[in-house]
């Protein structure tokens, strides 16, 4: 507690020096400047739409990236042969920016929706995939052995000792991927997207509203922060029911 509360003094000491040391002529805002931009953003409706509009392309994309990359994870862990097969094609894909796919993107379907999204899926896919393989070659061979001596269907492996058992990884995955996720989704929406708060940093920029960038910047943080805490409670919650200390 005594750590917590000396972290909340720097912080106020930060943003007091922030105050008193730029005058009203610097390029930079000051800390009022930024809380006058907030309060306008937040009575016109433009940051609450923001957040909203970054917050569902978020969830769209760490659902589908995560989805899918858990169920090949799982395939590519328990069939050995595939995931040599496809190896090579996940190395040589995994190191490629999601960023660096938005051009073709904007070829294929145009500037819009799909980019940013398309942007999450991609960084989300790697993190998750290699934690499903590694999750499910964690698991200790006797038990597969033991259920396909017993004549257990690829179907009941899979449900009662594969999934689980891989579990706890793939939760480390999506917390892992869920930070990169947000982090890739602001650069997205900086690159055409009309919404969200990454539009918002742009948007500040070209109007030269510097306070209305550290706005965007500071609730992309907030958010950020609070993403990364749910997914570390859902993910010490799913090792706790399955019997892990951490």
Same mark, same amino acid.
């Given at each position: ?13 930060i ?12 390029f ?8 006058a931009?907030?309060l ?9 739409q *923001?957040?909203?509009?970054? =917050? ?5 994309g760490?659902? /589908? $990236?995560?989805?899918v @990359?858990? !169920? &090949? ?10 995931e040599?097969?496809?190896e090579?094609?996940i ?5 490629? *920016?999601?960023?660096?796919? =938005?051009p073709?993107?904007a070829?294929?379907?145009? /500037? $819009?929706?799909?980019g @940013?999204? !398309? &942007? ?12 499903s ?50 982090i ?12 969200g708060?990454?539009?918002?940093i ?17 609730w992309?943080?907030?958010l950020g ?22």
């Amino acid at each position: 507690m005594k750590l917590r509360i000396l972290s909340f003094i720097i912080f106020i000491a930060i943003i007091f020096l922030w105050e008193i040391l730029l005058d009203s002529t610097s390029f930079l805002p000051r800390p009022s400047d930024v809380w006058a931009a907030f309060l306008e953003l937040l009575n016109n409706g433009i940051l609450i739409q *923001s957040i909203l509009d970054s =917050l569902r392309r978020f969830a769209i994309g760490l659902f /589908i $990236g995560g989805g899918v @990359a858990t !169920f &090949v994870g799982l395939i590519l862990g328990r069939f050995t042969s595939f995931e040599i097969v496809l190896e090579p094609y996940i190395q040589l894909l995994r190191p490629i *920016s999601p960023i660096a796919w =938005l051009p073709i993107l904007a070829l294929l379907f145009g /500037i $819009g929706e799909v980019g @940013a999204i !398309f &942007v999450i899926i991609y960084a989300v896919f790697f993190p998750v995939l290699l934690l499903s393989i590694a999750g499910v070659r964690a698991i200790n061979p006797t038990l597969l052995q033991m259920a396909k001596n017993f004549g257990a269907s690829e179907w009941l492996i899979f449900k009662s000792i594969i999934l689980p058992g891989a579990f706890a990884h793939i939760a480390s995955g999506l917390k892992l991927a869920a930070s990169i996720a947000w982090i890739h989704l602001v650069a997205g929406e900086m690159l055409g997207i009309q919404s969200g708060l990454g539009y918002l940093i742009i948007d500040g920029r070209n109007t030269l509203r510097m306070d209305i960038v550290v706005v965007a910047m500071s609730w992309i943080g907030i958010l950020g922060y609070g993403i990364h805490l749910v997914f570390v409670r859902l993910e010490r919650f799913i090792r706790s029911k399955l019997g892990e200390s951490k």
